[in-house]
């Protein structure tokens, strides 16, 4: 069993800046990658960003230039740095993790969401 925790959603304001967090924990032999998808309502879940263990990265077309994935391996943890936000970013953020337990099973997690809503 693998599980991830995320924090760090809330009400912004338009241009102003979120910074989410991911950890995962339990059988963890490796993690090959992380990423962060939202949903709004409505709408069907989006990959917004993702990395590699090696630090490769991918962005949705809609935050280049804006969001920043990070990741640190030590502690099984990624970050999503959000800046300069807009209205249409509000949705629930949900973090992902693709990898193998101790016994070498694969395991895709997700994380329970967190919200970032942003208004004036």
């Known amino acids: 069993q693998v599980q991830l925790v995320e924090s760090g959603g809330g009400l912004v304001q338009p241009g102003g800046s979120l910074r989410l967090s991911c950890a995962a924990s339990?059988?963890?032999?490796?993690?090959?990658?992380m990423g962060w998808y939202r949903q709004a309502p409505g709408k069907q879940r989006e990959l917004v960003a993702a990395?590699?263990?090696?630090?490769?990265?991918n962005y949705a077309d809609s935050v280049k230039g804006r969001f920043t994935i990070s990741r640190d391996n030590a502690k099984n943890t990624v970050y999503l740095q959000m800046n300069k936000l807009k209205p249409e970013d509000t949705a629930v953020y949900y973090c992902?993790?693709?990898?193998?337990?101790?016994?070498?099973?694969?395991?895709?997690?997700w994380g329970q969401g967190t919200q970032v809503t942003v208004s004036s």
């Open positions: 992902n993790a693709d990898g193998a337990t101790m016994t070498r099973e694969i395991f895709g997690s």
């Open positions: 339990g059988s963890i032999f490796s993690i090959y990658a």
């Open positions: 990395i590699t263990s090696r630090g490769s990265t």
